[in-house]
Every structure is written in structure tokens, then in C-alpha cells.
């Protein structure tokens, strides 16, 4: 994915299929937490289109471009107290792919995700049917997937500020600029 056609300043990061995930993610969540709500036979499958995105994407995680891999941006403790060091001391690093609080938040939506897609599809189960506490961690999960997108949406808007990048335009884009 590296090209030489891009200055130093600015730098491919997000391939196609990981921009196209991350915004056709986001369309699932927003459409089944906001627009259809629970038990219809269409948030059902808004639902496992999210889960079977979300598979795809681990997959992708192992075999994909160089900042799609979860090797270039898993968040070991070193990577992570490094990176909290870095922003303590008010000089936050440059990460051209995720840093490694993103990739906490990564690795945490894409659990919620699936923890929604595996409980959902638990409820259409005859031994589910109507069970209140499997309906409850659904819906807790769906909670807390929007408080953490939420978190994540506004902390790539300060990130990139931190970091004098253009984050947000970089998942549109798939280019990464420094300014």
C-alpha cells in the first residue's frame, strides 16, 4: 500500500476494504439502534450483516494491508503505557495506522458487536424465546456499543488534533496527511 507518489506528510492507511467496513458498520449500527428497533425480521438482519462484517473483518485483521492488521496496532501493555506516557506528557506520538488506545477501542466494538449478532441471534432460539435476561444483556450491549462509538467518533476528532492529522478524512479517503 506504500506509495511513493505521497509525501512524507501524507501516507495510504486505510484500504478500501477497511473504510467500506468501518462506514457500512456504522450504517448497520446507527440503522438498527436508532431507525428499527427491536425483534424486527429487518434489524435481525441488519444484525448479522453487522456480525458477518465483523467476522470478515478479523479475517481481513490477519490477511490484509499493512495497517489493517491487527500485528501493526495491537495494544500490548508496552505499546499502551508508552502511548499514555506520550499523551501525559502533551506529545502524542504519530501512528500512521491505529494507536493503541484505538485499538482498544477497536478490539472493544467489534466484542460488542458480535456479543450483539451471538445474543440476537440467541433470542430467535425456542430456548431463548421471550428469555428477559438474554433481552436485557442485548439490549446493555447495544447501550454500550453507542456510548462507545460515541467515545471513539469524538476521540478520532481530538486524536487528529493531538496528532495534527487528518483522521477523519483519512476513513474517507484511505490517505493519512499530517498538517
Same mark, same amino acid.
Given at each position: ?13 486505510? $484500504? ?8 457500512? &458498520? ?11 428497533? $427491536?425483534? +424486527? ?11 458477518? &462484517? ?9 490477511? @490484509? ?22 499523551? +501525559?506528557?502533551? /506529545? ?38 421471550? $428469555?428477559? *435476561? &438474554? ?8 447501550? *454500550? ?8 467518533? &469524538? ?18 479517503? @484511505? *490517505? /493519512?496527511?499530517?498538517?
Amino acid at each position: 500500500m506504500e506509495n511513493s507518489s505521497f509525501s512524507p506528510q501524507a501516507r495510504p492507511v486505510w $484500504d478500501r476494504f477497511v473504510r467500506v467496513f468501518h462506514w457500512t &458498520l456504522v450504517s448497520c449500527v446507527a440503522l438498527n439502534y436508532f431507525v428499527l428497533g $427491536d425483534g +424486527k425480521a429487518l434489524h435481525q438482519w441488519i444484525g448479522y450483516l453487522a456480525a458477518g &462484517l465483523v467476522m470478515a473483518r478479523i479475517v481481513w485483521g490477519v490477511i @490484509g494491508s499493512r495497517y489493517a492488521r491487527f500485528s501493526s496496532f495491537f495494544p500490548t501493555p508496552a505499546r499502551l503505557g508508552r502511548h499514555i506516557r506520550q499523551l +501525559k506528557a502533551g /506529545k502524542p506520538e504519530m501512528h500512521w495506522g491505529h494507536n493503541p488506545l484505538g485499538a482498544l477501542m477497536i478490539l472493544a466494538l467489534i466484542s460488542l458487536v458480535l456479543g450483539l449478532g451471538v445474543t440476537g441471534w440467541m433470542q430467535t432460539l425456542d430456548a431463548y424465546w421471550g $428469555d428477559e *435476561v &438474554l433481552m436485557e444483556v442485548h439490549e446493555v450491549l447495544g447501550n *454500550v456499543l453507542i456510548g462507545l462509538a460515541t467515545l471513539h467518533a &469524538l476521540a478520532a476528532i481530538v486524536m487528529g488534533r493531538l496528532e495534527r492529522t487528518r483522521l477523519i478524512r483519512a476513513m474517507f479517503t @484511505g *490517505v /493519512k496527511e499530517r498538517f
